[in-house]
């Protein structure tokens, strides 16, 4: 990220402490291709401290999303919307209301990415290393729809499962 200008991660966050958690907690899925890794998310219900200040408009079960990120070599090949796609149709047909994620104000691709889905800004909270965006979508049937109708890469949730 910060050969493309967007000094978001460094070795504090995310720690290899917390990328373990996420792979022992099972919450980290992989986007594959021909067998190697070529991005990944993580999807849970944890929302940081810094949303609590947030006005939300949807309430309910909150599926959130978070350190998406797709390798440099398969960037521009839409892995991020199949990724984006994952999570709805997770949220969908495990009845979450809305889906929560933020992005950092300099990262124009991911603000970019979640407002042409649909994802709604809410507010600027700030982190550590500067202001992101928080965004909402609400979730509903017509999502597990529409992401069924997309190609598919294999995502899992760590090498070797699912």
Same mark, same amino acid.
């Given at each position: 990220?910060?050969?493309?200008?967007?000094?978001?991660?460094?070795?504090?966050?995310?720690?290899?402490?917390?990328l373990n958690?996420?792979?022992?907690?099972?919450?980290?899925?992989?986007?594959?291709v021909?067998?190697? &890794?070529?991005g @990944? %998310? +993580?999807?849970?219900?944890? /929302?940081?401290p810094?949303? =609590?200040?947030?006005?939300?408009?949807?309430?309910?079960?909150?599926?959130? &999303?978070?350190? @998406? %990120? +797709?390798?440099?070599?398969? /960037?521009?090949?839409?892995? =991020?919307?199949?990724?984006?796609?994952?999570?709805?149709e997770m949220?969908?047909?495990?009845?979450?209301?809305?889906?929560?994620?933020?992005a950092f104000?300099?990262?124009p691709?991911?603000f970019?990415?979640?407002e042409n889905?649909?994802?709604?800004?809410?507010?600027?909270?700030?982190?550590?290393?500067?202001?992101?965006?928080?965004?909402?979508?609400?979730?509903?049937?017509?999502?597990?729809?529409k992401?069924?109708?997309?190609?598919?890469?294999?995502?899992?949730?760590k090498?070797?499962s699912r």
């Amino acid at each position: 990220m910060d050969q493309q200008g967007v000094p978001q991660w460094d070795d504090v966050y995310p720690s290899k402490a917390i990328l373990n958690a996420d792979i022992e907690n099972q919450q980290m899925y992989l986007i594959e291709v021909e067998g190697r &890794v070529a991005g @990944l %998310t +993580v999807i849970n219900e944890d /929302q940081s401290p810094e949303y =609590a200040g947030v006005a939300w408009e949807y309430g309910g079960r909150a599926l959130v &999303v978070h350190r @998406l %990120t +797709v390798h440099p070599d398969y /960037q521009r090949h839409k892995l =991020a919307s199949h990724l984006m796609d994952f999570a709805e149709e997770m949220a969908a047909t495990e009845n979450y209301d809305c889906i929560r994620l933020d992005a950092f104000t300099l990262n124009p691709a991911a603000f970019t990415l979640y407002e042409n889905r649909g994802y709604r800004r809410a507010r600027i909270v700030r982190f550590r290393k500067g202001e992101f965006f928080v965004y909402e979508k609400k979730i509903g049937a017509q999502s597990a729809i529409k992401s069924s109708n997309t190609p598919r890469h294999r995502i899992a949730n760590k090498p070797g499962s699912r």
